[in-house]
């Protein structure tokens, strides 16, 4: 604060020095105007002749002042000099609609053998009972500045001076006012700075001015999403650790066996296994980076566009439909011929398409169907179901948990494929049910249905007026 103080300092004074002129102007100005008014007085004009009738003892009073230098000047009509000093300028011609009426007196700054100089003057009429126009003569009183400007000066000097004394105080004031209200800041500044790199615990908000308890509150709510993020980044590497152990453990011993084996056919079962738990270890990072890459997507569809739902996910069952051969399953698609669209990113939804339907295939029996199906009712809706043995109730909030497996379940998988979903479904924007299959026809298999219900796209929901309804 204090530039602010020192740069209005000058704007101070130089306010104060206009206002003190002003000031000062005023007295001298109603001493001028009494003058002029005097003299007009003595302006006559008898039998056609202009006198003026000004004692000398009246001349030496107008011009008794022992500071400045008085001059007058009386002017008959056309311009005529008829007393006082002749070189005092005269007022500017002014068209008749603009002169001054006769006996207002007016105010100017002129300037007289290169002094400067306030001259009053008004018109005196000399024929103001006649009708033919009038016939005005000029009165002029005039002084230099030396009075005004040392009373100009002493009201500087009464005011100014006083500011030299106050000024330093109020520095001093402001400065200690400020460091002693921002001293709590700077020991929050050094407590912030002396923890650990590690500490990530709440700022205790009774240690900080009232003022700024919003601040660390809404520090405090960062430090607890980031420690929770850090959190989660540790369980997720500490887990995924531990997944990588089996099939590398895996992979290590079917070697070592395969090297110490002489016989043919017992070194192609062991390499045998050995691709098998590549395949596996393959199929865990790769889900591990898709995982990497959903939750690392930019946030509020900032990379998103305008997509058919559709053919999304009719490409998604084309690239499946071989592996379906292998499974011996029926992989179906159901959907309109009118496009669905939404706003996503059509290689996350593949993403999220291929998991499922991975998923779909490993659970399902052999001989069973997985249907993906696409409709619209109010919203755009995907479905993927299959006739494997269902997901019990008490096991659909725990199934999209990272690494998350169904006690008893015999199907390879390492846990994170519906991790996945709905990691992908969240940065959509769409809600991920679970439900048993209405279509299953056997009580051992209830099947599963895995619901992704989208927001509808501002522009479709402003022109629909009655969403047809949905077929499934």
């Known amino acids: 604060m204090l530039a602010p103080l020192l740069l209005l300092w000058p704007m101070s004074i130089a306010i104060t020095y206009l206002v003190a002129k002003s000031i000062a102007n005023q007295p001298f100005d109603h001493a001028l105007e009494d003058a002029v008014t005097v003299l007009s007085q003595q302006v006559r004009e008898v039998n056609g002749t202009v006198e003026h009738r000004l004692p000398g003892a009246a001349r030496d009073i107008l011009r008794a002042d022992d500071v400045d230098s008085v001059y007058f000047q009386i002017l008959g009509p056309r311009g005529r000099h008829l007393d006082g000093d002749r070189d005092l300028p005269r007022p500017d011609p ?24 306030r001259v009053a003057h008004a018109y005196v009429n000399l024929e103001e009972h006649r009708e033919r126009p009038p016939r005005l003569a000029l009165v002029q009183v005039a002084e230099t500045l030396e009075k005004r400007a040392r009373l100009a000066n002493e009201i500087i000097k009464g005011v100014i001076l006083p500011q030299f004394i106050i000024l330093p105080v109020v520095l001093a004031l402001v400065w200690f006012a400020l460091s002693r209200g921002l001293l709590p800041l700077a020991e929050l500044q050094e407590r912030i700075r002396a923890r650990p790199i590690d500490d990530l615990s709440p700022i205790a908000p009774n240690q900080v001015p009232e003022e700024i308890t919003p601040l660390v509150r809404s520090l405090n709510d960062m430090l607890a ?102 499974y011996r399953i029926d992989l179906g698609y159901e959907g309109p011929d009118a496009p669905v669209l939404i706003e996503g990113n059509a290689v996350m939804l593949r993403e999220l398409l291929s998991n499922l339907i991975d998923n779909a295939l490993r659970y399902t029996p052999q001989g069973g169907s997985v249907t993906v199906r696409v409709g619209e009712s109010a919203s755009p809706v995907l479905e993927v179901e299959d006739t494997g043995p269902g997901i019990p109730a008490a096991e659909r909030l725990h199934v999209f948990e990272r690494f998350y497996r169904i006690l008893g379940s015999s199907a390879e998988g390492s846990g994170l494929g519906l991790a996945i979903v709905r990691e992908i479904a969240q940065q959509h924007g769409a809600e991920v049910d679970v439900f048993s299959n209405p279509r299953a026809t056997q009580p051992k298999y209830p099947g599963s249905l895995f619901r992704l219900t989208f927001p509808v796209r501002p522009a479709q929901a402003a022109d629909e007026d009655e969403p047809p309804p949905y077929f499934g």
């Open 94 to 117: 002014k068209p008749d609609d603009d002169m001054v009426p006769p006996g207002v007196v007016s105010f100017r700054n002129a300037t007289l053998h290169g002094t400067p100089i």
């Open 225 to 326: 999403r980031l420690s929770q993020s850090i959190e989660m980044q540790k369980r997720f590497i500490a887990d995924a650790a531990h997944q990588m152990k089996t099939p590398l453990a895996g992979m290590r011993m079917q070697s070592e066996l395969a090297l110490r084996q002489t016989d043919q056919h017992e070194i192609h079962r062991s390499l045998e296994q050995l691709a098998k738990s590549s395949e596996a270890a393959t199929r865990l990072v790769n889900q591990l980076l898709a995982l990497a890459r959903a939750e690392n997507q930019p946030q509020a569809g900032t990379a998103f566009a305008s997509l058919d739902l559709a053919e999304v996910a009719r490409n998604a069952v084309r690239d499946w439909v071989p592996a379906s051969f292998n």
